[in-house]
């Protein structure tokens, strides 16, 4: 499943962002073992264990957006946009703080 999360900070701004709202989640989550990793400056791969299954997912930073992208099993898609949900309310948050001078 891909999803975009939109925002007018630039890349640089919105990777911080995007560490800021990955700290807390994984905070709030982390029954759900949640793990990021940047592989480069733009691209992160993330991933989950929920019900005993591993989920992978990728972010990608772009200019005006959040890209989410996530695969997640058969068995476990009626949990599928309820996550990304999640994901998302959680960026947009951190979007909002950093707009208000929060980030740092």
Do not use: C
């Amino acid at each position: 499943m891909k999803h975009s999360v939109s925002h007018d900070l630039g890349k640089e701004r919105a990777k911080q962002v995007m560490e800021a709202a990955w700290a807390s989640y994984s905070s709030k989550f982390q029954k759900y073992s949640p793990t990021m990793q940047w592989l480069s400056d733009d691209h992160a791969k993330i991933g989950f264990v929920a019900k005993g299954i591993s989920l992978d997912g990728k972010i990608k930073l772009l200019p005006d957006s959040i890209d989410l992208e996530l695969d997640v099993p058969f068995l476990l898609r009626p949990f599928q946009k309820m996550a990304i949900g999640v994901i998302e309310d959680e960026i947009k948050e951190w979007i909002a703080k950093s707009k208000d001078g929060q980030l740092g």
